[in-house]
C-alpha cells in the first residue's frame, strides 16, 4: 500500500487519503468475494456430487436387479423339462420349443436364442442368422463346470448370458440367451432431460442416454463396489448435469455481489471524503512543527502521538539532531569512527572480554611519509587518499572488528575474539599486502607505506587509554625501524611474529622444492623382534639450517593448510618406496602413514588415495593409515564416516596416541579401525608410575576386548619390552629398536636381515 500512495501523483493530500481509501475498500470488496465464490463452489460441487453418486447409485440397483431378472428367467428356462426333453426328442423339439421360448421371450428384450447340445451343436434357435457361440471357450467352460456363466460380449453391447440344461445331475446342453444392453437400460431408466448416463465396458461406450456433444457438463465416474452383476460384469457408469445447470446459482450470486460492491464502494467514497479530514491533521500538525523548529530552533519534531507511520516520518526531522551526534562519533572525511567512538568500542571489548575471555588486540597505523604527499599534491589529494586507506583496511578486517580514524593520517583497527596471535599476524600481512600495491588517484600512480603499532589486551594495558598509548608508542618503534613495517609493544612478541612470518615463507618454497623427506622407523615383534612394518616420518631438510624438527614446521602447517600438500608428497615418497623395497623381496610388513583430519576432510583427498597407489602400484594390504585419538574425537561422527571410506578401500587404519584424546568406549566401537597405539608417554613411565602402567594394561585389555591389534610406542629400554608382553602387546617401536632411519640406511638393514 505504500508503493499505491507513493504512486499516486495528486497533491492534495486529501485527495490521495480518499483514493487510498477507496481502493483499500475495492481491494477488499475483491478479496471478499473471491472466497464467497471460492466458497459457494466448493459447497455446490460437494452437493452435485453427492447427487450424482446417489444418483449414480440407484441406477445400478435398477440395472442390477434387472440383470439378475434376466439370469434367473434363463436359467428356469433351462429347468423346464420340455427343454430337458428337446435334446433326445427331435419331433417333441419342434412341437414345444417355439411357443416355449416365444413366452420366454416376451417383455425381456432377448434380441435371439440359441439352444446346443452337450457337443455344442445349435439343436434350436430364434432366427438363422444370429453369430454361432457355440465353438467359445466360455461355452465350454459352462458346459464343462455345470454353472451359468455371462459376460458382455467383447466390442459389443450386448449380455450373453449361458445356462446349462442338466438331466439327473449330468449336463446335456445349455440355453444360449443374448440381450441387448441399450434395450436393458431403456427400460429401467427413467429420462431426465438434465442428466445424462452413459455406460461403459472395457472403455468402450455401450449405452448413452440425454449426452449431447456441444453441451459442457459436470461429471464423475462410478463403480460398483459390492459383488454384484454389474460388477463382474465390468461395467463404469458416467453420470453429469450440464454446467448451465450447475453454474447457474454461482451467477447469481456473482450478481449480487456486484451490485452489493458498488454500493460499499460509494458508500467508501463519502466516508473516506470524512475521513480524510482526521487523518490530514496530524500531517499539518507536523509541518507547522517543521516550519516552527527553523524559526524557533526547535530540535525535535516527535512525538506526534499517532503511533503509525506518520509518527516515524516525524522522527526522521529528527536526524538532523542525530546528524550531530554521528559528527562527533565519526569522522568527517572517511566517516570511520572517530577517537570518542573507538574508546568507547574498546571500553566494549573490555567489558565484554571479562565474561568470554577472549583476547583482542588494537593496531595503531601511521601513513609514512603523508606529510610530502600533501606537499606536493595538496590537501585534496591527500584526502582522498586517506579515503582510499580507510576503505581498504575496512574491507579486510572482519565483521567482529572495528577500523577508526585518530585524525590526520593515523588509523586504529580493534581486533576482536582473538583464538592465538596468528590471527594478528593474518591481518597483519593482509594490511600490509594493500600497502604493496600502487594507489590511483586523478590518473596519478604512487606508492604509499604505513608503520604498524600492536597492544593486545590485558598483556600490554586494561584500560582503553592505555592501550591506545601503548600501541602508538609500538608504531613509533616501527618508524624508528626503518618505516614500512610493524612492532608489537614488547620486543619478543615482535620476533616471534617475523619468525612465524619467515617460517611460513620458506615452508612454501620448501614443498615448490620438494625438501621434505621421509624417514622409516621400523615396528617389531618384540619376541623374535622381526620386523613387521614401519612407520613413515616427515623430516624437512632446509638447504641451510639442515634438518628442521617436525614440531616446529607441522603446527604452522597446519594453521596455514599447508599441511595438506606436505602430506601428500610424504604420502607419494613412502608408498613408491615401500613398493621399491617389495620389488625387491625386502620383508617391510605394513607402512604406516600419519593423517591429519585436515587432510582425511579435504574433498579430493579419497580420490587422491586411490591414485597414488594405482601409480606406486602398492597393495592396500600393505597400507595403515594413522589417526590421532585427540583429532577423531573434534567431531567423532564426522571421522566416523570418512574413515569408513578408506576402510572401504582396503586399507587399514589405527588410532594414533591412545589414550590422550580422553575419547569413550562408545565411539571407540563405532570406529572402523584395526590397532590401537598406545601413547609413548605411557610406555615411557609405566614401570615407575602406577597410573601409567595400569593405563597401558587397561589399553591392552581393550584392544583385546574389541578384537584390535596393540602397538606400543616409545619403547626404549628391554624392561619396558618385556612389561608390554607380559600384559599382551607383542608388538612396538622405539629407540631400543630402531631410530627414524633414512632410506639409505634402512635399504641396508633390510638386505642385510
Known amino acids: 500500500m505504500g508503493f499505491l500512495l507513493r504512486s499516486l501523483t495528486f497533491k492534495s493530500i486529501k485527495i490521495r487519503v480518499v483514493v487510498l481509501i477507496s481502493a483499500l475498500i475495492a481491494f477488499a470488496l475483491f478479496s471478499i468475494t473471491l472466497l464467497v465464490l471460492f466458497i459457494v463452489n466448493s459447497h455446490m460441487s460437494a452437493q452435485m456430487n453427492t447427487l450424482l453418486k446417489t444418483r449414480a447409485h440407484s441406477i445400478y440397483e435398477k440395472l442390477d436387479q434387472r440383470i439378475g431378472y434376466l439370469i434367473d428367467n434363463s436359467v428356469l428356462l433351462t429347468k423346464n423339462e420340455l427343454i430337458v426333453n428337446s435334446l433326445i426328442d427331435k419331433n417333441g423339439r419342434k412341437t414345444y420349443l417355439p411357443p416355449l421360448v416365444d413366452n420366454f421371450m416376451k417383455g425381456k428384450d432377448v434380441l435371439y436364442l440359441n439352444i446346443v447340445d452337450f457337443d455344442g451343436r445349435a439343436i434350436f434357435q430364434t432366427q438363422k442368422d444370429i453369430p454361432l457361440y457355440n465353438q467359445s471357450t466360455r461355452l465350454r467352460a459352462a458346459l464343462a463346470l455345470g454353472k451359468v456363466s455371462y459376460y458382455i460380449k467383447d466390442g459389443d453391447d450386448k449380455l450373453v448370458i449361458i445356462a446349462p440344461i442338466e438331466y439327473y445331475n449330468t449336463t446335456q446342453g445349455a440355453a444360449i440367451v443374448v440381450f441387448k444392453m441399450d434395450e436393458i437400460a431403456k427400460r429401467v431408466l427413467i429420462n431426465n432431460d438434465d442428466i445424462y448416463i452413459k455406460l461403459f465396458h472395457d472403455n468402450k461406450n455401450i449405452f448413452s442416454l440425454n449426452f449431447q456433444k456441444d453441451i459442457t457438463y459436470h461429471s464423475s465416474l462410478h463403480t460398483v463396489e459390492n459383488d454384484s452383476f454389474l460388477k463382474q460384469l465390468d461395467v463404469v457408469l458416467e453420470i453429469g448435469v450440464p454446467k448451465k445447470i450447475y453454474m447457474a446459482p454461482l451467477q447469481d450470486i456473482f450478481l449480487k455481489l456486484l451490485i452489493l460492491g458498488v454500493v460499499f464502494i460509494s458508500i467508501g467514497m463519502i466516508l473516506s471524503n470524512m475521513l480524510a479530514n482526521g487523518i490530514t491533521d496530524p500531517i499539518l500538525t507536523l509541518f507547522n512543527r517543521v516550519k516552527n523548529s527553523d524559526h524557533k530552533s526547535e530540535v525535535f519534531c516527535s512525538p506526534l502521538g499517532t503511533h503509525d507511520e506518520l509518527e516515524e516520518l516525524a522522527k526522521a526531522f529528527d536526524e538532523r539532531s542525530l546528524l550531530l551526534q554521528h559528527q562527533a562519533q565519526y569522522d568527517a572525511l572517511t566517516d570511520l569512527p572517530n577517537r570518542v567512538l573507538f574508546l568507547d568500542r574498546l571500553e566494549q571489548s ?29 590537501h585534496d589529494f591527500g584526502d582522498k587518499l586517506l579515503i582510499i586507506v580507510g576503505e581498504y583496511i575496512e574491507s579486510i578486517v572482519r565483521e567482529s572488528d572495528s577500523v577508526a580514524r585518530m585524525g590526520g593520517d593515523e588509523f586504529t583497527v580493534l581486533l576482536n575474539d582473538l583464538h592465538n596471535e596468528n590471527d594478528i599476524i593474518n591481518i597483519l600481512q593482509k594490511i600490509m599486502q594493500l600497502f604493496t600495491k600502487p594507489f590511483v588517484i586523478a590518473h596519478r600512480q604512487f606508492y ?15 584500560t582503553p587509554e592505555e592501550l591506545l598509548k601503548n600501541a602508538d608508542a609500538a608504531m613509533y618503534k616501527a618508524k624508528d625501524k626503518g618505516r614500512n613495517t610493524y612492532q608489537f609493544y614488547t620486543n619478543d612478541m615482535t620476533e616471534k611474529a617475523y619468525e612465524r612470518i619467515t617460517l611460513e615463507t620458506q615452508l612454501r618454497e620448501a614443498i615448490v622444492n620438494r625438501e621434505f623427506e621421509v624417514y622409516f622407523q621400523p615396528q617389531v615383534n618384540i619376541n623374535d623382534n622381526k620386523i613387521i612394518g614401519m612407520e613413515a616420518l616427515i623430516r624437512w631438510n632446509h638447504p641451510e639450517v639442515g634438518l628442521v624438527p617436525p614440531g616446529k614446521f607441522i603446527p604452522l602447517a597446519e594453521d596455514t593448510g599447508l599441511i595438506v600438500e606436505i602430506d601428500r608428497q610424504v604420502m607419494q615418497d613412502a608408498m613408491k618406496q615401500f613398493q621399491e623395497w617389495i620389488d625387491l623381496g625386502l620383508e617391510v610388513g605394513i607402512l604406516s602413514i600419519n593423517l591429519s583430519m585436515i587432510q582425511l576432510n579435504h574433498e579430493d583427498f579419497i580420490d587422491f588415495v586411490k591414485t597414488t597407489i594405482k601409480n606406486t602400484g602398492i597393495s592396500t594390504e600393505n597400507l595403515m593409515f594413522e589417526v590421532t585419538e585427540t583429532q577423531v574425537m573434534k567431531n567423532p561422527k564426522q571421522a566416523i564416516i570418512m574413515l569408513q571410506q578408506l576402510k572401504d578401500i582396503g586399507i587399514k587404519l589405527a588410532i594414533d596416541d591412545f589414550g590422550t584424546g580422553h575419547s569413550s568406549l562408545s565411539y571407540i566401537k563405532k570406529l572402523p579401525i584395526d590397532k590401537l597405539k598406545i601413547d609413548q608417554s605411557f610406555v615411557m613411565d609405566a614401570l615407575v608410575d602406577k597410573d601409567d602402567r595400569e593405563l597401558t594394561r587397561a589399553i591392552i585389555s581393550i584392544a583385546n576386548s574389541l578384537n584390535l591389534e596393540v602397538i606400543a610406542e616409545g619403547v626404549e629400554t628391554k624392561e619396558q619390552a618385556e612389561f608390554l608382553v607380559k600384559n599382551g602387546c607383542v608388538e612396538a617401536q622405539g629407540y631400543f629398536y630402531y631410530k627414524p632411519l633414512d632410506v639409505i640406511t634402512l635399504t641396508k638393514i633390510l638386505t642385510k636381515s
Open 448 to 462: 604509499v607505506t604505513c608503520s604498524i603499532g600492536i597492544a593486545l589486551y590485558p598483556l600490554h594495558g586494561k
Open 350 to 378: 573490555i567489558k565484554s572480554t571479562l565474561r568470554t575471555k577472549e583476547k583482542f588486540a588494537v593496531l595503531f597505523i601511521d601513513l609514512d611519509h603523508f606529510k610530502e604527499i600533501n606537499d606536493s599534491f595538496g
